[in-house]
């Protein structure tokens, strides 16, 4: 695993060219891929399923979850833990 994280914003930065701005992984199958639950309701089912999915249809060698305790920021603690443990985190809400 690496010591680094990369960070990927929905929208590139407006002055940067979009296949400049960031590095990609090379594919998923293989991976360790994080989610970070922020705690709103049904995200952990989404999770679940897409977790499920991720393993049996795209090989994702495994899936590491965290569950925020609400709208706070993850614990420096627990964020290095995915950070060691993951090769790409996927944070989201439900309802």
């Known amino acids: ?3 680094q994280v990369l960070v990927y914003e929905p929208v590139p930065p407006r002055d940067s060219n ?3 701005a960031h590095a990609s992984l090379d594919g998923i199958a293989g991976k360790v891929v994080a989610f ?3 705690a709103k309701p049904n995200f952990n089912h989404l999770v679940d399923d897409l977790g499920e999915l ?4 795209y090989g994702v060698a495994r899936v590491v979850k965290h569950r925020k305790p609400g709208q706070v920021p993850v614990a420096e603690e627990a964020l290095a833990d ?3 443990a993951s090769d790409a985190v996927i944070t989201g809400s439900g309802d």
Do not use: F, G
């Open 1 to 3: 695993m690496s010591d």
């Open 36 to 38: 970070i639950d922020n």
């Open 82 to 84: 995915i950070v060691r």
């Open 54 to 57: 991720l393993v049996a249809r």
């Open 18 to 20: 979009v296949h400049d």
